[in-house]
């Protein structure tokens, strides 16, 4: 098959001092993940119930044996006359017992028709239960790079803060030998009081954002997170190979498709209830009777039967099952319509991600440079407390930018597996 995605040599979202070695990988915390969500179970559970639905279609084809017995009291010995004399047919007391067998030859398709609706249901039930598996698959990576993005905004808001603490301490030794005022001091404070309250904010995020995962992996909301980075995998067949996949593989077109068929053929097993069968019946009889040549019989019967009016009963479930499987069929074209859209904007996303990666990228020297010259320019005298603070916000925005941008690239493309049916 065409591999859709091929790695970049780089990773985004992780810090370049992160410890990696240990961290839990999106591979892993989906393998917990799967295992633990209580949606992936209960669609399993259906699943089960589908294959003992199918089970129980297979069971009408074969014989039924059914056991009888019994014991008869009368208070008077059946008798008859035969001409003026009268004599005994049966014993007061008796015992009776049998075994029949019953195996049907022909049902007009009815059985048939049965066990193939259960069989579509059965793979309906499971590509719905894959479903599933990719729902909480894109959940849980969803959550994982939020930490990942979390944890570089918060990185950021401490250099940030740790860059306007320097930037105060050295207003603060410009004032004291008085060669700034003390607006440009008062300005540097307020400046970092708003970059600290920054920090508070990003730490309080990547807390909410690490509970959310844990959540998701059914964990403690307070467990102790450390992920590693993920690679970027971008796509090397185009939007129309892209989309025409995700029609093809998506899970839940293929569910729609095996409920349409299981609907079908219930209407086809629905309206044979009503057309000709034919059956076989063989047994064992024994009636405990003294006045009886033969107490015990075998027996072996065809049985033919045929509903030629049922008040339309047949008829009108059939149609009824139709009109569902009609129904179905229009979603399934409806649902291929929206699977369309999310393959391309999710390639559109990745498109525009990929684009904000290059250009953020080459304003991070830039900005690091232009706060590096506009601070030697301040404690010079020949630059204003302004141009520092603006030169430091322009700074952080690019690394906010950056983080950003890499961020929604790696979630496009996950997003994009997902509509393609191939995470």
Do not use: C
Request: aromatic share 8%.
């Amino acid at each position: 098959m065409k591999k859709l995605f091929i790695a970049v040599s780089f990773f985004i979202l992780v810090p370049a001092f992160a410890a990696v070695s240990f961290a839990e990988t999106l591979e892993q915390a989906w393998e917990i993940g799967l295992k633990v969500d209580h949606l992936i179970k209960a669609a399993g559970e259906e699943t089960n119930s589908k294959q003992a639905q199918l089970a129980a279609a297979k069971g009408e084809r074969l014989p039924t044996i059914n056991l009888g017995a019994g014991y008869l009291w009368l208070d008077n010995e059946p008798g008859a006359y035969f001409y003026d004399r009268e004599f005994s047919t049966a014993d007061k007391h008796s015992l009776s017992y049998q075994a029949m067998v019953s195996l049907p030859l022909y049902t007009h398709f009815q059985i048939s028709s049965a066990i193939a609706a259960a069989t579509a249901d059965l793979k309906a039930g499971e590509f719905t239960e894959t479903t599933a598996q990719q729902n909480v698959k894109l959940k849980i990576a969803e959550a994982y790079i939020a930490i990942l993005l979390r944890k570089l905004q918060t990185d950021v808001a401490l250099s940030h803060e740790q860059s306007l603490a320097a930037h105060t301490t050295d207003v603060q030794n410009l004032h004291d030998v008085g060669m700034v005022p003390v607006n440009d001091l008062l300005a540097a404070q307020v400046a970092l009081a708003n970059a600290k309250q920054m920090l508070l904010q990003s730490q309080n995020r990547l807390d909410i954002a690490r509970s959310a995962y844990n959540r998701q992996l059914n964990r403690p909301l307070d467990y102790a997170v450390d992920i590693s980075p993920i690679p970027i995998h971008y796509p090397t067949a185009d939007l129309t190979y892209l989309s025409q996949t995700a029609v093809a593989k998506r899970p839940e077109l293929m569910a729609l498709a095996e409920q349409v068929k299981a609907m079908k053929l219930q209407a086809k097993s629905a309206k044979a209830v009503s057309g000709p069968k034919v059956m076989l019946k063989s047994g064992y009889d024994y009636h405990e009777n003294s006045h009886q040549a033969n107490e015990s019989i075998w027996q072996a019967m065809v049985m033919a039967s045929w509903d030629i009016f049922d008040g339309n009963i047949a008829r009108n479930k059939g149609r009824a099952l139709q009109s569902q499987a009609r129904a179905l069929a229009e979603r399934q074209q409806e649902l291929t319509t929206i699977i369309q859209l999310q393959v391309r904007q999710s390639w559109l996303d990745m498109q525009e991600s990929r684009k904000r990666i290059k250009v953020t990228k080459e304003t991070l020297n830039q900005a690091e440079e232009n706060l590096k010259v506009t601070r030697d320019r301040y404690k010079e005298g020949v630059g204003t407390n302004t141009e520092v603070l603006d030169a430091e916000t322009l700074r952080t925005i690019s690394f906010v930018n950056y983080d950003k941008a890499g961020n929604d690239a790696v979630l496009a493309v996950i997003r994009l597996r997902y509509a393609t049916g191939e995470l």
